[in-house]
């Protein structure tokens, strides 16, 4: 992404954290400027649509405990369907 970000673009980034971490106060959600730019570029710099989309992201996240997912191959199990 581009190091030249327009003061409106910065305005927006700050924007959606706020709204971000006043709806996520009890979680331990991390998020970098990096993914709240690339949230908002993906909705045309919306605040509401990328607030909205990145809501429903952490929350399936934590839903699905994304975060202790084992890497592992060794420690998963696999099913044959057939």
Same mark, same amino acid.
């Given at each position: 992404?581009?190091n030249?970000?327009?003061?409106?673009?910065?305005?927006?980034?700050g924007?959606?954290? $706020?709204k971000?971490?006043?709806?996520?106060?009890? /979680?331990?959600? =991390?998020i &970098?400027?990096?993914d709240?730019? *690339?949230?908002? $570029?993906?909705k045309?710099?919306?605040?509401?649509? /990328?607030?909205? =989309?990145l &809501?429903?992201?952490?929350?399936? *996240?934590?839903?699905?405990?994304?975060?202790?997912?084992?890497?592992?191959?060794?420690?998963?199990?696999?099913?044959?369907l057939?």
């Open positions: 992404m581009e030249n970000k327009t003061d409106e673009l910065v305005d927006k980034i924007e959606l954290k $706020r971000i971490e006043d709806a996520f106060l009890e /979680s331990d959600v =991390q &970098s400027e990096p709240f730019e *690339r949230f908002l $570029r993906a045309q710099q919306n605040v509401d649509d /990328s607030f909205e =989309q &809501s429903k992201t952490i929350e399936w *996240r934590e839903k699905m405990d994304m975060d202790n997912i084992s890497t592992g191959l060794n420690q998963r199990k696999f099913v044959r057939t």
